[in-house]
């Protein structure tokens, strides 16, 4: 199947600091990208839809100057949390759905785990 | 009320024996209906996913969706440990893509040797 390469795995950051968070299709192109993040015991919450070439939409709630994303290539998604607070520690997750199949399936990257202190 | 109900566990079952996980939901517009399988810290992983009504068999997994009902699940056959993940069920609409899917909150499952 499709691969999303998600870098780093996990991160541990200072209170104030940004960190960026990468999403990589291997061998497919998307142009359409998918973060989430994740609570413990809880399922996915979608962040943000990131279009390449064009301006991320973001959900209700999710506020768009603290989650930069950029979409740059047909193969790479960047979401950088700025200024990140320890509220903002959860596990981050990108998808990408592969060309020609969007309604059905997703590939998921193997996730960021944010930890702010 | 969520959009997507799923049985929330903990599940744990001996080596070998059938699991049944399963979803309800209210909306009857979802067309499509997916099963991911979670390993902890790590990304959901695409297990099966099925369009219409009736069963879907993959290997010891089927998929099983009966719209009547709004009602779906995932049976596993002869379980292994390395099954033992969160499984999470996920539906879309037709004409949405799949990274906009309704995700369930996932049944978590231990295999035990």
């Known amino acids: 199947g499709a691969v999303v390469s998600q870098h780093p795995s996990w991160v541990i950051c200072k209170s104030g600091t940004s960190v960026k968070i990468e999403c990589r299709s291997l061998d497919f192109q998307a142009t359409t990208m998918f973060w989430y993040r994740q609570f413990p015991k809880q399922s996915l919450m979608l962040m943000a839809t990131s279009n390449e070439g064009s301006k991320a939409t973001y959900e209700q709630g999710v506020e768009k100057d603290k989650f930069l994303i950029n979409h740059a290539s047909l193969t790479l998604s960047t979401l950088t949390v700025t200024s990140a607070h320890p509220e903002d520690s959860s596990f981050y997750i990108c998808?990408?759905?592969?060309?020609?199949?969007?309604?059905?399936?997703?590939?998921f990257g193997s996730g960021t785990q944010l930890s702010v202190l | 009320q969520k959009e997507v109900e799923q049985d929330p566990g903990p599940l744990s079952v001996p080596e070998g024996a059938i699991v049944s996980l399963n979803c309800t939901y209210s909306n009857s517009a979802f067309q499509y209906f997916m099963w991911y399988r979670q390993y902890s810290r790590k990304g959901p992983e695409l297990l099966m996913y099925t369009y219409s009504s009736g069963n879907k068999e993959d290997g010891r997994f089927t998929a099983q969706v009966d719209k009547s009902s709004k009602y779906i699940s995932l049976f596993i056959r002869d379980s292994q440990p390395s099954d033992s993940a969160t499984y999470l069920c996920?539906?879309?609409?037709?004409?949405?893509?799949?990274?906009?899917?309704?995700f369930g909150d996932g049944t978590t499952l231990t295999v035990k040797p």
């Open positions: 996920a539906m879309t609409l037709g004409n949405t893509n799949a990274g906009k899917s309704t």
């Open positions: 998808s990408a759905p592969p060309w020609g199949a969007p309604n059905e399936k997703l590939f």
